[in-house]
């Protein structure tokens, strides 16, 4: 059975840094596609970055880019997504989600990804 498992979420003050895993059980990482999502209290899902099964192709959102990093480790079956220069607005559950394609200019829409992960709170605050 294919799963996803977020972990490395928490509380950090702004300016802080956190980093996400999503462990991968029952099925072959290496071959998906992964994206990082989060959603915040009363906001809709929102694309944070992917990554594509070969980990050569990545895409981020705006308002993260150079402050998160994605990566990955096929062979430890996990996907990262280092978060640095955190601010209040990161404040989300973030999940990661994977898909069999990696869906290049959509690679940030939800709508693209067949499994989820339960997700892991991020709460930026001081």
């Known amino acids: 059975q294919l799963q996803l498992v977020e972990s490395g979420g928490g509380l950090v003050q702004p300016g802080g840094s956190l980093r996400l895993s999503c462990a991968a059980s029952?099925?072959?990482?290496?071959?998906?596609?992964i994206g990082w999502f989060r959603q915040a209290p009363g906001k809709e899902r929102e694309g944070v970055s992917a990554i594509s099964s070969s980990g050569h192709t990545i895409d981020y959102a705006d308002s993260v880019k150079g402050r998160f990093t994605i990566s990955r480790d096929n062979a430890k079956r996990e996907v990262y997504l280092q978060m640095n220069s955190l601010k209040p607005e990161d404040t989300a559950v973030y999940y990661c989600a994977s898909d069999l394609f990696y869906a290049g200019s959509g690679s940030l829409q939800a709508s693209e990804y067949s499994d989820w992960g339960q997700g892991t709170q991020v709460t930026v605050s001081s």
């Open positions: 029952g099925f072959n990482l290496e071959h998906y596609a």
